[in-house]
Every structure is written in C-alpha cells, then in structure tokens.
C-alpha cells in the first residue's frame, strides 16, 4: 500500500507517531505534566493504528475489486 499511495499512509501513520513523540519531547523540555502528554501519545498511536487498519483494509478491497 505504500507504493501506491505514500502521502496517504505517511499522513496515517508516520505523521500521528512523529507528533506523539513531539509531544513527549515538548513536555520533558518545558516541564509540562507527563501523564498528559503520555495519554496523548497513547491516544495518537491508537488513531494511527485504527486509521492504518482501516486504510489497508479499504486498499485490499479496492485492489480485490481491480480498482488498484
């Protein structure tokens, strides 16, 4: 799926992950609260994950049907 549509799973995937970790980094360099940043990561890695889930699905649906 990457292959053919790599802004798409970058903006699925990588970007969620790359700002949990942004997130992270920002509250351990200002000094904000930890647990409010964690829980926002845990929140954006499951939104990655179940937006990812659902992207390849649709992808091998659309590639079944032999619109890929």
Known sequence: MFRTH????ALYTVLPAALA????????VTGLSHTVALA?????VGYA???????????RRRRLDGLV
């Open 6 to 9: 790599p802004v798409e799973s």
């Open 40 to 44: 926002f990561a845990v929140v954006l």
């Open 21 to 28: 970790v942004v997130q992270l980094l920002s509250s351990v």
């Open 49 to 59: 994950w179940l937006v990812t889930s659902y992207s390849v699905a649709r992808f």
